[in-house]
């Protein structure tokens, strides 16, 4: 009879887990960290879902996109969240995704029209340093500076991706020289953001490649005023993530759902103080406090999605010139 009882509740047990829908986002590292969203979105999500969200972290956002490419259409995901407007173009020639009918009141610096994909946070790219580091006022200043900095690789990291943008954008045709200024002052580059942040913490380097917002991480998380982001004349690159949906998802209507969740009021709380980030839809209750403290650049850089891919291609093919010599 306790045998009949145990397999009857097991049965049970196994029938509505097999009830239960599973939703797989692709994102990357950080996203998923004990420290970053992927635990309270997993949550939140969960309770209004009747669902299993599982949310994989696949490195950074340019090897997230490879990933994807090597699966193609065998991918196990439902959802890519996790890239941005440097690799839209690239992931539109997939042919992976399908359009997106989210509508939303985006607090974004420029206007946003893509039917595929969707933002969900927003930043500029900015080196993060100890406030007792004189900072550079541009890149060429840098270049000329004894500054060390840690950088990441953009062929695996967005923000990676994002400082060849940033340079080719603010200096056109002078960026092979400003690469090969900044060349000694780079100690190493890195497969991601984390490793780099990592590494700048353990005062392996002046300046780390991140974000005007990272400082506010260390004033609201850990009361630590010690940090700024180094603001250069030529303006700052902005980073807009996105997520967008798989056409060959088995949960198709799960997914749209999920997309039209991290637009909401209950997933932008969520986001500026666990990635550390601007919502891509401002909050009920504002912005948290302490990103009042934040310096904003005053000039906004951005590449048109388009035009990224030839770009990148040939600021990448600087970027290896300057560093390998």
């Keep these: 009879m306790k045998y009949l009882t145990f397999a009857t509740a097991t049965l049970a047990a196994t029938?509505?887990?097999?009830?239960?829908?599973?939703l797989v986002v692709y994102t990357y590292d950080s996203f998923v960290s004990e420290w970053g969203p992927?635990?309270?979105?997993?949550?939140?999500?969960?309770?209004?879902?009747?669902?299993?969200?599982?949310?994989?972290?696949?490195?950074?956002?340019a090897a997230l996109l490879a990933r994807l490419k090597l699966e193609g259409a065998?991918?196990?995901?439902?959802?890519?969240?996790?890239?941005?407007?440097a690799l839209i173009a690239a992931a539109q020639e997939t042919g992976l995704f399908q359009e997106t009918d989210i509508v939303a009141d985006y607090a974004l610096p420029v206007e946003w029209t893509d039917p595929v994909f969707a933002p969900y946070d927003w930043g500029y790219f900015a080196f993060v340093h100890n406030k007792d580091v004189t900072p550079?006022?541009?890149f060429k200043a840098l270049g000329e500076s004894d500054l060390k900095i840690v950088i990441q690789d953009p062929r695996s990291s967005t923000p990676g991706l994002g400082l060849l943008m940033w340079v080719k954008n603010a200096y056109r045709d002078e960026a092979p020289a400003i690469w090969e200024a900044m060349a000694d002052n780079v100690v190493t580059v890195t497969k991601g953001w984390s490793e780099a942040y990592g590494l700048f913490l353990e005062g392996e380097a002046d300046m780390v490649l991140s974000?005007?917002?990272?400082?506010?991480?260390?004033?609201?998380?850990?009361?630590?005023?010690?940090?700024a982001a180094a603001i250069f004349d030529e303006g700052h690159y902005m980073q807009i993530e996105v997520m967008g949906r798989l056409a060959g998802s088995d949960q198709p209507e799960l997914a749209a759902e999920f997309l039209k969740f991290m637009v909401s009021d209950a997933a932008q709380t969520i986001l500026p103080t666990t990635n550390w980030m601007y919502p891509a839809v401002t909050p009920d209750a504002g912005l948290p406090k302490g990103f009042e403290t934040l310096t904003v650049p005053e000039k906004a850089l951005h590449v048109d999605v388009q035009n990224v891919p030839a770009l990148r291609e040939e600021a990448l093919a600087e970027w290896l010139k300057a560093l390998s010599q």
């Design 15 to 22: 029938t509505a887990m097999a009830e239960t829908p599973e």
């Design 211 to 227: 974000y005007t917002t990272s400082p506010a991480y260390h004033l609201i998380a850990e009361e630590d005023d010690s940090k």
């Design 38 to 61: 992927g635990p309270a979105i997993e949550k939140a999500f969960e309770e209004v879902c009747a669902c299993d969200l599982r949310l994989v972290g696949l490195g950074d956002g």
């Design 136 to 138: 550079p006022a541009n």
């Design 74 to 85: 065998r991918s196990d995901a439902d959802v890519v969240m996790g890239l941005d407007t």
